[in-house]
């Protein structure tokens, strides 16, 4: 079966510091990955999304970056991070080649910039 | 563009009632629909779909309804239960193949017990 991990769970980071936030996938080949950020009480916003390694697209203009480096790992990154960056990180993935599929959540990482 | 739009942001209902959480959207050209279960501090968790070619299908305890012409999706839980208490989200396919999904904003159901 297949299981998607993200850490840290939770992330206390000062303003102007970076960022690394990691998403893992076992147990499936190629997946499309995505991150989400949630702010509270408030719906999902999708950040990146990617079909391969190597593969970003972007949707919404922020500091904020991400990579796959691996086929099945997908990485969100930050050079400086803004309070407004505070919020809970989500990770998903469905199966490979895109048409109409259900996306599987990770546990998300609650990050709080201070 | 597409929306996706829940009715109410926060239902309570009584331990062993039944639920309804309704959910709007605006575009007629997409084929599928979730519902997803989040509790708090965790990720979504998917609880059932429907393609458009269906009208109704059923799982464990919960049932979801595609009014197509109304472009209207409900989710009913059956006998409520205090572990059911979570946000729900209604999700669809966004314009294109890309694979991306469109979220509602989420409602709380509360559970009484």
Not at chain 1, 42 to 64: A, D, H, K, M, T
Not at chain 1, 71 to 82: A, E, G, H, M, P
Not at chain 1, 101 to 111: K, N
Not at chain 2, 3 to 30: F, K, M, R
């Amino acid at each position: 079966s297949q299981t998607i991990h993200q850490w840290p769970a939770t992330l206390v980071q000062p303003v102007g510091s970076p960022l690394s936030l990691e998403c893992t996938v076992e147990g499936t080949s190629n997946p499309n990955l995505y991150w989400y950020r949630q702010a509270a009480g408030r719906g999902l916003q999708l950040l990146f999304y990617s079909v391969g390694i190597g593969q970003i697209s972007s949707e919404v203009p922020q500091n904020l970056s991400a990579s796959r480096p691996q086929d099945r790992q997908f990485i969100l990154s930050s050079k400086k991070l803004l309070l407004s960056d505070s919020g809970f990180y989500l990770c998903a993935w469905t199966r490979g080649a895109f048409g109409i599929e259900t996306q599987y959540f990770g546990p998300g990482t609650r990050l709080l910039v201070l | 563009g597409e929306s996706v739009g829940l009715h109410l942001p926060t239902l309570s209902v009584q331990e062993g009632d039944n639920s309804i959480i309704n959910c709007a959207y605006s575009n007629s050209a997409s084929d599928y629909f979730i519902w997803y279960k989040q509790e708090s501090g965790k990720g979504p968790q998917f609880i059932i779909d429907i393609r458009s070619n269906m009208d109704k299908r059923q799982g464990q305890r919960v049932t979801v309804l595609l009014n197509k012409t109304v472009k209207h999706l409900s989710l009913q839980i059956a006998a409520t239960q205090p572990g059911d208490s979570a946000v729900y989200f209604c999700a669809k396919n966004g314009a294109g193949n890309t694979g991306k999904l469109i979220f509602g904003q989420g409602t709380t159901l509360q559970v009484k017990p």
